[in-house]
């Protein structure tokens, strides 16, 4: 079964930088895209920047510039470091990963429980 661990999360101040780390593990299973969401009190969550097994990359227009997604596919992890945060940043970020189920082929969703990053004025 698999399962996504992440750390790095906190408080910074407004202009600082943060490194989020999501470590997959378990058995039975590749990964191909990954990535990070956001949720703001009060609102939806939102991609933040995905990462296929390839290296291409997406962001978030608000993020782009001062975020950047990469992954280590042999220790199966994601991370995300964030320069320049900016108070509008301040949210639960949630590690994201599609998997293969290598039994079956099937394709399943797994997110990780979330870590708390939250940026003062």
Known sequence: QARLVESGGGLVQA????RLSCAASG????????GWYRQAPGKQRELVAAIT????????????????ISRDNAK?????QMNSLKPEDTAVYYCNADIIVLLDYSDLEVWGQGTLVTVSS
């Open 53 to 68: 097994s390839g290296g291409a990359t997406n962001y978030a227009d608000s993020v782009k510039g001062r975020f950047t």
């Open 15 to 18: 202009g600082g930088s943060l």
């Open 27 to 34: 058995s039975g299973f590749s990964i191909s895209a990954m």
């Open 76 to 80: 199966r992890t994601v991370y995300l």
